[in-house]
C-alpha cells in the first residue's frame, strides 16, 4: 500500500520543505520507494534535491493542467534514491486555469493514481498557504504530516489548520487524517519549547511524534549544496533527526496495517 502524505502547515517558515526533502531522503535510506511532489511555486523542494527549477522541461504545472501525465514529468534526485515531481514559478499560473475546471480539486488525485504501484512513500511540499494547490494535495492524501516550531505563533496558525483539515474531511476526502505533528527548529533550553510542547503533547497525545528536529548548522547549510542532509552530512545532529523521524513513520504505517 503507498502511503500519501501531505506535508502542511499555513505558516511559512516552519521547515515544511526542510522536512518534506529530508524525509523523503531518510525514508528512501531506509530502503522505501519514495517520491517528493513539489507543490510550492518557489520550488524550493525541488532545487533542495539538487534538481535544477530553471532547466526542468516538464514539471507540476505540466501535470496539473494535463499537459503531460505525472509519470512524463519525473526526475530522480541526483544524490539521493528517491523520485522528484518538480515545481517552478509556473505553477502559479495552474492555480489560475485551475479555477476554471471542473473538478480541480481532483487533479493531484487522478494524476497519481497511474504512480501508486511504483512508490511505498508519496510525500506532497504544500505552499504556505490554504490555496488551490493545497487544497489538491489534502484530497489526494491519506494523512498530513504538520511540521511546526514550539512557539506562540505555531498554535495560533494551528487551529486555522484544524479547520481546513475538518472542511476537507467533511466534504471531498472523508480519509484524511492528521499523521502527526513535528517539532521542528527545536531548542530544549528555551522555556517558551518546553511549554508549548507540552501544550501539543496535551491536546494531541500520540499523534505527537517523538522525534524532534533540533536547530543544526548543517540542516541550513544543506539546501545551498542541493543536497539532503543525509547526504551533506550523515552524522549531523540534523540527518540522524530525521533517519529517527522515517523510522518512527515506519513503525506506525507497519503498526497501522
Same mark, same amino acid.
Given at each position: ?99 476554471? &475546471?471542473?473538478? !480541480?480539486?481532483?487533479? %493531484?488525485?487522478? @494524476?497519481?493514481?497511474?504512480? =501508486? +504501484?511504483?512508490?511505498? /512513500? ?89 522525534? &524532534?528536529?533540533? !536547530?543544526?548548522?548543517? %540542516?541550513?547549510? @544543506?539546501?545551498?549544496?542541493? =543536497? +539532503?542532509?543525509?547526504? /551533506? ?25
Amino acid at each position: 500500500m503507498t502511503h500519501i502524505f501531505a506535508i502542511a502547515n499555513q505558516k511559512g517558515g516552519v521547515g515544511k520543505t526542510t522536512t518534506a526533502v529530508n524525509l523523503a531522503a531518510s525514508l528512501a535510506a531506509t530502503k522505501r520507494r519514495v517520491l517528493l511532489i513539489d507543490l510550492d511555486p518557489q520550488g524550493n523542494a525541488t532545487m533542495g534535491c539538487g534538481v535544477d527549477k530553471y532547466e526542468i522541461e516538464r514539471s507540476m504545472y505540466d501535470v496539473l493542467v494535463s499537459n503531460c501525465s505525472a509519470g512524463q514529468a519525473l526526475t530522480p534526485a541526483p544524490e539521493a534514491n528517491f523520485d522528484v515531481l518538480p515545481a517552478n514559478g509556473d505553477l502559479t499560473a495552474a492555480e489560475v486555469e485551475l479555477m476554471e &475546471v471542473t473538478g !480541480r480539486e481532483q487533479k %493531484l488525485n487522478n @494524476a497519481l493514481k497511474a504512480l =501508486l +504501484p511504483d512508490y511505498d /512513500y508519496i510525500l506532497i511540499d504544500c505552499p504556505p498557504s490554504l490555496n488551490m494547490l493545497t487544497l489538491n494535495a489534502l484530497v489526494a492524501a491519506q494523512g498530513i504530516l504538520i511540521p511546526m516550531q514550539c512557539e506562540y505563533y505555531a498554535l495560533e496558525g494551528l487551529s486555522a489548520l484544524m479547520q481546513t483539515i475538518t472542511s476537507i474531511q467533511s466534504g471531498p476526502n472523508p480519509q484524511l487524517e492528521i499523521t502527526g505533528l513535528i517539532r521542528t527548529m527545536y531548542d530544549p533550553r528555551n522555556s517558551l519549547t518546553k511549554d508549548v510542547s507540552d501544550q501539543l503533547t496535551e491536546h494531541f497525545g500520540d499523534k505527537l511524534f517523538t522525534s &524532534v528536529i533540533p !536547530r543544526n548548522v548543517r %540542516l541550513a547549510e @544543506a539546501p545551498s549544496h542541493g =543536497l +539532503p542532509v543525509l547526504m /551533506y552530512d550523515k552524522v549531523s545532529k540534523g540527518a540522524l533527526a530525521y533517519l529517527a523521524l522515517a523510522g518512527e513513520l515506519n513503525r506506525r504505517m507497519t503498526a497501522s496495517k
